[in-house]
């Protein structure tokens, strides 16, 4: 069972930028889609981006798109979340997570992802 670990949350003021990483903790299955997810006080949770570790193929929602970018470490198991012109609606718990899947077309089956990270802090003000 794979478990996942984020860090690089914080404060920033709007316009700013941070960049957020999660770490998977078992190397087993190597097929995965990796993603960011994020939610809001008083809001459901929303996608964000996602990755594939096999190839690097990337997915985002159309809220972060040209100012996110997800991308994977030297190692398949850690992705970062660079996050650019960040805004006062940026500000959230994000979570990263895993879907074992077998293509990259499936990282878009949001409620299908099956192990989650405690989450990080990000806001922005």
């Known amino acids: 069972h794979v478990q996942l670990v984020e860090s690089g949350g914080g404060s920033v003021q709007a316009g700013g930028s941070l960049r957020l990483s999660c770490v998977a903790s078992r190397a087993g299955y190597r097929k995965n889609c990796l993603a960011w997810f994020r939610q809001a006080p008083g809001k459901e949770r929303e996608e964000v981006a996602a990755i594939y570790s096999e190839d690097g193929t990337t997915v985002y929602a159309d809220s972060v798109r040209g100012r996110f970018t997800v991308s994977q470490g030297d190692r398949w198991y850690k992705i970062y979340l660079q996050m650019n012109n960040l805004a006062p609606v940026d500000t959230a718990m994000y979570y990263c997570?895993?879907?074992?899947?077998?293509?990259?077309?499936?990282?878009?089956?949001?409620?299908?992802?099956?192990?989650w990270g405690q989450g990080t802090q990000v806001t922005v003000s």
């Open positions: 997570a895993a879907l074992h899947s077998s293509s990259p077309n499936y990282c878009t089956r949001w409620n299908e992802y099956h192990a």
